[in-house]
Every structure is written in C-alpha cells, then in structure tokens.
C-alpha cells in the first residue's frame, strides 16, 4: 500500500469523512470538558504561562492588553 498513491475520486467517502469528522470532534469536546472538571488547566487567581514565559524575557504585558 502507497501512501502517497492518488486514489480514485469516485472511491472517496467525503460524507463518512464528514461524519467521523463531527463525531470524533463532539467527543473530543466532551471528554475535554469532562477532565477540565476534574483536573482545572489552573487555578483562578494563577499567572497564564505565556505571560509569565514574557515576564522571563523582560517584557511588559501590561500594554498588550484591550480593554
């Protein structure tokens, strides 16, 4: 089997890949929204990593941000 090989146009399942496509997406926002409930990506009064990744660098975040 060639992984590269083009392969006929009328052999294509576009609706199947559209429906795995939702399925495994709807799934996949459950089971995130479900770990997030158990294990929160951080506590609410925490420093975002990005900014504190700035911070290292000596960049201000304070004038990124709009309000």
């Known amino acids: ?8 146009p009328r052999a294509r399942h576009l609706f ?3 429906v795995i496509g ?3 997406g709807l799934m996949s926002a459950a089971l995130k ?3 997030e409930d ?6 609410p ?3 975002p990593p990005p900014v ?8 201000s ?4 941000t709009y309000t």
């Open 61 to 64: 975040t304070e004038h990124m």
């Open 1 to 8: 089997m060639n992984l590269f090989e083009r392969t006929n």
């Open 52 to 59: 504190e990744f700035l911070g290292l660098f000596g960049i």
């Open 45 to 47: 009064g925490a420093v």
């Open 22 to 24: 939702i399925i495994a």
């Open 38 to 43: 158990v294990l929160p990506p951080r506590l």
């Open 33 to 35: 929204s479900g770990w």
């Open 16 to 18: 199947m890949l559209l």
